[in-house]
Protein backbone atom coordinates (compact mmCIF):
# COMPACT_ATOMS: atom_id res chain seq x y z
CA UNK A 1 0.00 0.00 0.00
CA UNK A 2 1.17 3.56 -1.02
CA UNK A 3 2.54 5.48 2.61
CA UNK A 4 -0.14 8.18 2.64
CA UNK A 5 1.92 10.26 5.10
CA UNK A 6 4.98 10.31 2.71
CA UNK A 7 3.05 11.37 -0.37
CA UNK A 8 1.17 14.30 1.53
CA UNK A 9 4.11 15.48 2.78
CA UNK A 10 5.89 15.25 -0.84
CA UNK A 11 2.63 17.42 -2.21
CA UNK A 12 3.55 19.98 0.85
CA UNK A 13 7.22 20.25 -0.37
CA UNK A 14 6.93 20.16 -3.45
CA UNK A 15 3.71 21.26 -5.02
CA UNK A 16 2.13 23.98 -2.93
CA UNK A 17 3.25 27.69 -3.20
CA UNK A 18 5.63 28.64 -5.56
CA UNK A 19 5.30 25.38 -7.78
CA UNK A 20 1.97 26.16 -8.07
CA UNK A 21 1.88 29.94 -9.94
CA UNK A 22 4.50 29.36 -12.67
CA UNK A 23 2.78 31.57 -15.22
CA UNK A 24 1.52 34.23 -12.67
CA UNK A 25 2.32 38.23 -13.79
CA UNK A 26 2.84 39.33 -10.61
CA UNK A 27 3.28 37.66 -7.09
CA UNK A 28 3.50 39.81 -3.59
CA UNK A 29 3.83 37.75 0.12
CA UNK A 30 1.48 38.68 2.83
CA UNK A 31 2.75 36.57 5.57
CA UNK A 32 2.21 32.78 4.99
CA UNK A 33 0.40 33.70 1.56
CA UNK A 34 1.28 33.41 -1.73
CA UNK A 35 -0.81 36.05 -3.27
CA UNK A 36 -0.79 35.84 -7.16
CA UNK A 37 -1.87 37.94 -10.25
CA UNK A 38 -3.10 36.21 -13.58
CA UNK A 39 -3.96 37.19 -16.88
CA UNK A 40 -7.68 37.79 -17.43
CA UNK A 41 -7.83 39.67 -13.93
CA UNK A 42 -7.57 36.40 -11.94
CA UNK A 43 -6.10 36.31 -8.46
CA UNK A 44 -4.98 33.17 -6.66
CA UNK A 45 -3.53 32.68 -3.00
CA UNK A 46 -2.41 29.61 -1.77
CA UNK A 47 0.29 28.93 0.81
CA UNK A 48 2.48 25.98 2.28
CA UNK A 49 1.91 26.04 5.72
CA UNK A 50 -0.47 27.93 8.21
CA UNK A 51 0.61 26.72 11.55
CA UNK A 52 2.39 29.98 12.19
CA UNK A 53 -1.23 31.72 12.17
CA UNK A 54 -2.22 32.55 15.36
CA UNK A 55 -4.99 31.99 17.09
CA UNK A 56 -8.05 34.85 16.09
CA UNK A 57 -5.85 35.95 13.27
CA UNK A 58 -6.93 35.05 9.97
CA UNK A 59 -9.45 37.77 9.74
CA UNK A 60 -6.85 40.24 9.57
CA UNK A 61 -4.53 37.57 7.05
CA UNK A 62 -7.94 37.71 4.97
CA UNK A 63 -9.15 41.39 4.98
CA UNK A 64 -5.24 42.13 4.38
CA UNK A 65 -5.00 40.04 0.76
CA UNK A 66 -8.52 41.82 -0.25
CA UNK A 67 -7.24 44.62 0.24
CA UNK A 68 -4.31 43.85 -1.93
CA UNK A 69 -6.27 42.41 -4.60
CA UNK A 70 -8.91 45.47 -4.59
CA UNK A 71 -6.38 48.16 -5.22
CA UNK A 72 -5.57 46.26 -8.54
CA UNK A 73 -8.99 47.17 -10.81
CA UNK A 74 -7.94 45.01 -13.46
CA UNK A 75 -8.61 42.07 -10.14
CA UNK A 76 -12.07 40.83 -11.11
CA UNK A 77 -12.00 37.72 -9.19
CA UNK A 78 -9.88 35.82 -6.53
CA UNK A 79 -9.31 31.91 -5.11
CA UNK A 80 -8.33 31.36 -1.98
CA UNK A 81 -7.05 27.30 -2.30
CA UNK A 82 -7.58 25.38 0.87
CA UNK A 83 -6.66 21.84 1.95
CA UNK A 84 -8.33 19.47 4.52
CA UNK A 85 -5.25 18.52 6.22
CA UNK A 86 -4.14 21.88 7.08
CA UNK A 87 -4.40 22.75 10.65
CA UNK A 88 -6.33 26.00 10.14
CA UNK A 89 -8.85 26.38 12.79
CA UNK A 90 -11.41 29.64 12.13
CA UNK A 91 -10.30 30.05 8.17
CA UNK A 92 -13.53 29.09 7.02
CA UNK A 93 -15.18 31.38 8.99
CA UNK A 94 -13.06 34.59 8.13
CA UNK A 95 -13.03 33.62 4.25
CA UNK A 96 -16.97 33.58 4.78
CA UNK A 97 -16.74 37.25 6.57
CA UNK A 98 -14.88 38.91 3.81
CA UNK A 99 -16.90 37.34 0.80
CA UNK A 100 -15.68 34.50 0.00
CA UNK A 101 -17.87 31.64 -0.81
CA UNK A 102 -16.53 27.95 -1.21
CA UNK A 103 -17.73 26.13 -4.30
CA UNK A 104 -17.37 22.27 -4.28
CA UNK A 105 -14.47 20.19 -2.40
CA UNK A 106 -11.91 18.17 -4.86
CA UNK A 107 -9.96 14.92 -4.05
CA UNK A 108 -6.16 15.39 -3.99
CA UNK A 109 -5.09 12.22 -6.30
CA UNK A 110 -1.46 11.21 -5.77
CA UNK A 111 0.60 8.38 -7.57
CA UNK A 112 3.62 6.37 -9.72
CA UNK A 113 2.45 8.04 -13.01
CA UNK A 114 3.35 5.15 -14.69
CA UNK A 115 -0.06 3.13 -13.00
CA UNK A 116 -1.95 5.53 -15.42
CA UNK A 117 0.29 5.17 -18.61
CA UNK A 118 -2.37 1.80 -19.73
CA UNK A 119 -3.43 0.83 -23.21
CA UNK A 120 -7.10 2.16 -23.51
CA UNK A 121 -9.67 1.34 -26.79
CA UNK A 122 -11.13 3.98 -27.91
CA UNK A 123 -14.86 3.87 -29.21
CA UNK A 124 -14.73 3.74 -33.13
CA UNK A 125 -14.73 7.34 -34.88
CA UNK A 126 -13.16 8.46 -31.99
CA UNK A 127 -9.52 9.65 -32.00
CA UNK A 128 -6.49 11.47 -29.74
CA UNK A 129 -4.38 14.44 -30.38
CA UNK A 130 -2.44 17.08 -28.98
CA UNK A 131 -3.54 20.38 -30.09
CA UNK A 132 -0.97 23.44 -30.28
CA UNK A 133 -2.52 25.98 -32.57
CA UNK A 134 -4.95 28.96 -30.92
CA UNK A 135 -8.45 28.10 -33.01
CA UNK A 136 -7.98 24.20 -31.60
CA UNK A 137 -6.90 25.85 -28.21
CA UNK A 138 -10.04 28.37 -27.65
CA UNK A 139 -12.20 25.44 -29.07
CA UNK A 140 -11.20 23.29 -26.57
CA UNK A 141 -11.27 26.03 -23.85
CA UNK A 142 -15.15 26.24 -24.97
CA UNK A 143 -15.84 23.10 -24.73
CA UNK A 144 -14.36 22.89 -20.92
CA UNK A 145 -16.45 25.81 -20.49
CA UNK A 146 -19.43 24.02 -21.33
CA UNK A 147 -19.19 21.10 -20.00
CA UNK A 148 -18.48 22.39 -16.50
CA UNK A 149 -21.78 24.37 -16.68
CA UNK A 150 -20.26 28.12 -17.67
CA UNK A 151 -20.31 30.57 -20.36
CA UNK A 152 -17.67 30.71 -22.76
CA UNK A 153 -14.92 32.53 -21.54
CA UNK A 154 -12.73 34.18 -23.53
CA UNK A 155 -10.11 35.12 -19.85
CA UNK A 156 -9.78 31.66 -19.60
CA UNK A 157 -8.60 30.76 -23.38
CA UNK A 158 -6.91 33.88 -23.97
CA UNK A 159 -4.82 32.86 -20.12
CA UNK A 160 -4.49 29.38 -22.05
CA UNK A 161 -3.11 30.72 -25.42
CA UNK A 162 -0.79 32.53 -23.44
CA UNK A 163 0.14 30.02 -21.16
CA UNK A 164 0.85 28.06 -24.50
CA UNK A 165 3.31 30.34 -25.99
CA UNK A 166 5.51 30.23 -22.90
CA UNK A 167 6.87 26.78 -24.05
CA UNK A 168 7.06 25.67 -20.57
CA UNK A 169 5.81 21.85 -21.28
CA UNK A 170 2.52 22.13 -20.67
CA UNK A 171 0.54 20.00 -22.98
CA UNK A 172 -3.00 20.19 -24.38
CA UNK A 173 -5.12 16.72 -25.25
CA UNK A 174 -8.27 16.07 -26.62
CA UNK A 175 -10.43 13.68 -28.24
CA UNK A 176 -12.94 13.94 -31.41
CA UNK A 177 -15.60 11.97 -32.90
CA UNK A 178 -16.29 13.07 -36.60
CA UNK A 179 -14.02 16.52 -35.85
CA UNK A 180 -16.01 17.66 -32.94
CA UNK A 181 -13.89 17.50 -29.33
CA UNK A 182 -15.82 15.75 -27.04
CA UNK A 183 -13.12 15.37 -24.25
CA UNK A 184 -10.02 17.24 -23.11
CA UNK A 185 -7.43 17.88 -20.78
CA UNK A 186 -4.08 19.23 -20.02
CA UNK A 187 -0.57 17.80 -18.59
CA UNK A 188 1.80 20.43 -16.51
CA UNK A 189 5.49 19.21 -15.32
CA UNK A 190 6.28 20.67 -12.23
CA UNK A 191 9.70 21.94 -12.70
CA UNK A 192 12.83 20.96 -9.86
CA UNK A 193 9.71 18.29 -8.86
CA UNK A 194 9.44 14.50 -9.24
CA UNK A 195 5.71 15.70 -10.38
CA UNK A 196 3.75 16.54 -13.02
CA UNK A 197 0.26 17.26 -12.80
CA UNK A 198 -3.16 16.52 -14.71
CA UNK A 199 -5.71 19.09 -15.34
CA UNK A 200 -9.23 20.20 -16.82
CA UNK A 201 -10.51 16.55 -17.56
CA UNK A 202 -13.69 17.65 -19.13
CA UNK A 203 -15.47 15.05 -21.24
CA UNK A 204 -19.22 15.65 -22.57
CA UNK A 205 -22.11 14.04 -20.52
CA UNK A 206 -22.97 11.80 -23.84
CA UNK A 207 -19.51 10.27 -23.80
CA UNK A 208 -18.61 9.49 -20.42
CA UNK A 209 -18.26 6.33 -19.66
CA UNK A 210 -16.63 4.47 -22.71
CA UNK A 211 -13.30 5.05 -21.92
CA UNK A 212 -12.10 8.19 -23.45
CA UNK A 213 -10.73 10.05 -20.37
CA UNK A 214 -8.83 7.01 -19.35
CA UNK A 215 -7.35 7.27 -23.29
CA UNK A 216 -6.51 11.13 -22.35
CA UNK A 217 -4.73 10.42 -19.39
CA UNK A 218 -2.54 7.72 -20.52
CA UNK A 219 -1.45 10.05 -23.22
CA UNK A 220 -0.71 12.40 -20.82
CA UNK A 221 1.38 10.19 -18.47
CA UNK A 222 3.41 8.69 -21.50
CA UNK A 223 4.22 12.16 -22.30
CA UNK A 224 4.85 13.30 -18.89
CA UNK A 225 7.19 9.57 -18.84
CA UNK A 226 9.24 10.76 -21.61
CA UNK A 227 10.24 13.82 -19.56
CA UNK A 228 11.40 12.19 -16.62
CA UNK A 229 8.27 12.21 -14.34
CA UNK A 230 7.73 9.86 -11.43
CA UNK A 231 4.19 10.84 -9.74
CA UNK A 232 1.27 12.63 -11.19
CA UNK A 233 -1.54 14.61 -8.84
CA UNK A 234 -4.65 15.82 -9.82
CA UNK A 235 -7.52 17.72 -8.10
CA UNK A 236 -10.45 15.76 -9.23
CA UNK A 237 -13.87 15.92 -8.98
CA UNK A 238 -16.00 13.23 -8.49
CA UNK A 239 -16.22 12.05 -11.99
CA UNK A 240 -12.31 11.42 -12.39
CA UNK A 241 -11.99 10.14 -9.37
CA UNK A 242 -12.87 6.95 -9.38
CA UNK A 243 -10.95 6.49 -12.61
CA UNK A 244 -7.49 7.86 -11.16
CA UNK A 245 -8.42 5.45 -7.86
CA UNK A 246 -8.71 2.38 -10.32
CA UNK A 247 -5.45 3.08 -11.77
CA UNK A 248 -3.93 2.88 -8.42
CA UNK A 249 -3.73 6.54 -7.04
CA UNK A 250 -4.58 7.26 -4.02
CA UNK A 251 -6.86 10.20 -2.23
CA UNK A 252 -4.08 12.60 0.18
CA UNK A 253 -6.12 14.86 1.35
CA UNK A 254 -9.00 17.45 -0.47
CA UNK A 255 -9.05 20.92 -1.72
CA UNK A 256 -11.73 22.98 -1.47
CA UNK A 257 -11.42 26.47 -3.72
CA UNK A 258 -13.11 29.71 -1.96
CA UNK A 259 -14.28 32.55 -4.46
CA UNK A 260 -14.73 36.14 -4.35
CA UNK A 261 -15.66 38.52 -7.16
CA UNK A 262 -15.56 41.99 -7.19
CA UNK A 263 -19.22 43.82 -7.29
CA UNK A 264 -20.03 46.05 -10.24
Known sequence: MPDLDALRDAYDDQLRDEAETPSAIAVTRLG????????????????RRLDAVPD??????????????????????????????????????????????????????????????????????????????????????AMQDEVFGGSPSDDYADAIVRRLARDDGMELWVAEADGVMVSAGRMEPVED??????????????????????????????????????????????FSRPILERAGLVKVTTTTPYEWRREG
Open 56 to 141: GGFEALVAGALEHYRADPVITRVEWKTRGHDHAPGLHEALLAGGFEPDDPESVMIGEVRLLAADVTLPDGVTLRRVTEEHDVRAMC
Open 32 to 47: PLRMATFGGGRGFITY
Open 193 to 238: SDFVGIWGGATRPEWRGRGIYRALTAERARSAMAQGKTYVHSDSTE
